[in-house]
């Protein structure tokens, strides 16, 4: 070896070795790290696949060395970031919504009201997912939360209608029929206008389950709505509205 001292044998320098190593290391968030990965299925979820082999994974990490550990990347990873995200900006947006309602309906029984409603979408996506064996991921969780939106939508539309009816003099029972006869045809046409649109877009492989979901839980939601909202309206309303008579 040359120096600018001279020549130099190597062996004065340290030992010499050959050995076999890895010609690119590997980092993950700056760390040497080794990736294993495949290919799934044809209809198999990457999700499902973690799940499967979640006992195998942590019976490796009880042997692992000190300093060594397992991460799971990937469609799993992703999947969490994204719903740590979204779960990250519900509560603010939860009380944006009830803020908006209160603004909106002016009394708090009318607010639980609409609440309630947006749970009659689980019934459809459920029983949707269930059918067409979609998994419940991220987009999925996308479409629930968006559902329920158009459900209380449905709702509120319902609802003011009603105590538009009795404003004007008609008692609770001819303003909760007419109103369920009156809206029934415009919240039905909104529903199938959006089931039919969302309908090329359930075959879609990352849209697919979302769309699943928005088309069962609305056509269910949309008919348990139009059932069910007036018959609880007459039973939470009946009762003051006969206090209010006997005053």
């Not at 947006?118 to 939360?145: D, E, Q, R, T, Y």
């Amino acid at each position: 070896m040359q120096t600018q001292m001279g020549n130099v044998f190597l062996g004065q320098l340290g030992s010499l070795e050959i050995k076999q190593i890895f010609p690119v290391i590997w980092r993950r968030n700056g760390e040497p790290c080794i990736t294993v990965q495949s290919d799934v299925m044809p209809g198999v979820e990457p999700l499902e696949i973690v799940e499967q082999i979640k006992q195998k994974i942590d019976n490796i990490k009880k042997h692992l060395p000190y300093g060594y550990r397992v991460e799971v990347g990937g469609d799993a990873e992703l999947s969490q970031t994204a719903n740590d995200a979204i779960f990250a900006l519900l509560p603010p947006t939860i009380g944006i919504m009830l803020l908006v309602l209160m603004l909106q309906l002016q009394k708090f029984s009318r607010v639980v009201l609409v609440l309630c409603s947006s749970f009659l979408g689980l019934i459809g996506a459920v029983l949707a997912l269930l059918i067409f064996k979609a998994p419940f991921g991220f987009v999925a969780l996308l479409g629930l939360i968006a559902l329920a939106g158009m459900i209380m939508r449905n709702t509120i539309l319902l609802v003011d209608q009603i105590e538009y009816n009795k404003y004007n003099g008609l008692t609770l029972n001819a303003s909760v029929i007419d109103a369920t006869i009156l809206r029934a045809r415009p919240v039905i046409l909104t529903a199938l206008a959006s089931v039919f649109a969302f309908i090329p877009l359930a075959f879609n492989i990352f849209w697919g389950p979302m769309a699943i979901v928005m088309i069962g839980g609305l056509s269910v939601a949309t008919f348990l709505t139009l059932l069910s909202l007036p018959a609880f309206y007459l039973i939470i309303f009946s009762d003051k509205q006969k206090d209010k008579a006997a005053q």
